[in-house]
């Protein structure tokens, strides 16, 4: 796995766009893909990725509009798969706000009650403006390199964008796995290079959840 992660760091990318071949989610739920195919001599990952891109206006509640704003950018199994996808993309930085990047493995919705996510949590790491560009890349390379050292257990990981301040987040399939959520808290800190002091927010798609569901009931 060293010489993934060292492939993945060596290769060089580019500034352009999101690829204007994307496919929304209910789309993919019904019109299957082709499989994934694997180039020989690719650098081959341990799992095959998904990425999404979302943009909603503010205000939209998640369950009226989350899932038709999602849009699949590109899939890949292999590091060079993986750097011709995001070298096209614009830098999570340079998005305006209330847009996302969701990479997430193969079969995974980078939604909270999709059977793999709904007994899981996520990780979140609010972040400055100007730093998200920089901590994404980071993560995700982490992510694809196997540094979290935890198996199955990472979902997959998010950027957000937003007017004041953005985040990253790593999602993984089990909240009540205290070693594992410790173990993922602690890589993230050394990958992004966090002072020690930095405060990390743990939370549990099920509470997400709840409070989605409180937020409706009180407006309506």
Not at 18 to 40: H, M
Request: with cysteine.
């Amino acid at each position: 796995m060293t010489n993934t992660l060292e492939a993945l760091k060596n290769n060089g990318f580019g500034d352009d766009d999101i690829d204007n071949g994307s496919r929304d989610l209910q789309n993919t739920d019904k019109v299957p893909l082709v499989p994934l195919e694997i180039p020989p001599g690719d650098h081959k990952l341990q799992y095959t990725y998904w990425l999404w891109f979302s943009k909603r206006s503010p205000g939209k509640q998640y369950t009226q509009s989350y899932d038709q704003n999602l849009k699949l950018v590109g899939r890949f199994g292999s590091v060079e798969q993986f750097w011709s996808i995001y070298s096209h993309l614009v830098r999570p930085s340079e998005l305006q706000s209330h847009c996302d990047f969701h990479l997430f493995k193969t079969g995974i919705k980078p939604m909270w009650e999709d059977e793999a996510n709904k007994l899981g949590g996520k990780w979140i790491v609010r972040l400055r403006k100007g730093l998200a560009s920089r901590c994404w890349e980071n993560l995700i390379l982490a992510m694809l390199g196997e540094q979290f050292m935890v198996g199955e257990e990472i979902c997959g990981a998010v950027v957000s964008i937003r007017f004041q301040e953005d985040s990253i987040s790593v999602w993984n399939k089990t909240a009540s796995d205290q070693g594992t959520t410790t173990r993922i808290r602690d890589t993230l800190r050394r990958v992004l290079n966090m002072p020690p002091n930095t405060i990390l927010e743990y939370k549990s798609h099920n509470d997400s959840l709840k409070s989605v569901l409180t937020t409706v009931s009180v407006k309506s």
